[in-house]
Every structure is written in C-alpha cells, then in structure tokens.
C-alpha cells in the first residue's frame, strides 16, 4: 500500500520532470525560430548548437517516458482499484494534460519552423546557383578577351 503511493510520487516527480524539460525545448524552438527569421544574417553554428541542445533534451525525455511506462505498468492495476489514490490520479491527470499541451505547441512551432528552414535553404541553394553562374561568366569572359589578343602581333611605330 504506501509503496504505491511512493511510486505515484514518483510518477507525479517524473511528469514535473518531463514539464520543466518541454518548457527548455519551448525556449530552443523559439530561439531557433529568432535565428530564422534573420535568415540573411543567420548565424550556422548557432543554429546547429539549438539543435545538439534539443537532442539532448529529447533524449531526457525519453527517458522520462521510458521510465514513467515501466513504472506506470507495475501500479496500472492497482490504481484503477484504489479510490484512495483519486487525489494524486488527479494530479497526473493534470500534469499529462499539460505535457501534452505542450507537445503540441512544440509539433506547432516546429512545423513553421522547418518551413521557414525550407525557405533558407531555398534562397541559399539559389545564391549558390547565381554565384556559380557569374563566376562562370567572368572565367569565360577573361579566356575569351586572353584568346583574342594571342596571334595577332602588334608593331610599335618607332618614329616620332
């Protein structure tokens, strides 16, 4: 009996975990949405250091997730017997609803996100593409003006 409230405990601390841990991947997309919206300054490495950041995050929470389950699944039975557990029950309710809630802000800002990253990568590939092309131009154009000249001899008219 008092163990599983010692495993609800744990329960309810592992979802208070797995807030905190959404709320830091909340602030990383956002930052990396900051850093897109300047795309013509946008800084690379910074954006690539968001990214390490919320894979780290993202890996706690599966582990948050991974433990919560296993833990979930040996107190399952129990806690749909227990009318003395309501209190807390309620509680992961909450706390559910709210990482929930959060995950689907996280899916919202990710997916403008990666169109707005889509688009980056647009205009770079295009500014790629436009400095290929000039530079091309101008390699032709000084072997085309180099050719010209080879051949034709120039005399020098000595007398003054």
Do not use: C, P, W
């Amino acid at each position: 009996m008092d163990s599983n409230r010692t495993y609800i405990e744990v329960l309810i601390h592992s979802l208070q975990k797995k807030v905190q841990v959404l709320d830091d991947v909340i602030a990383l997309t956002k930052e990396q949405e900051i850093l897109l919206e300047k795309s013509e300054s946008m800084d690379m490495d910074e954006f690539n250091q968001t990214i390490d950041k919320k894979g780290h995050l993202i890996d706690q929470i599966n582990e948050l997730n991974d433990g919560f389950e296993k833990l979930y699944d040996r107190i399952k039975e129990e806690l749909k017997n227990k009318k003395e557990y309501s209190m807390e029950i309620m509680q992961l309710q909450d706390l559910i609803k709210i990482v929930t809630e959060k995950s689907v802000k996280i899916q919202v800002v990710e997916k403008q996100n990666y169109v707005k990253f889509q688009y980056y990568l647009k205009t770079k590939s295009t500014e790629i593409k436009e400095f290929k092309q000039s530079t091309k131009t101008v390699s032709s154009y000084y072997k085309n003006m180099a050719s010209q000249h080879q051949g034709q001899s120039y005399f020098i008219d000595k007398k003054k």
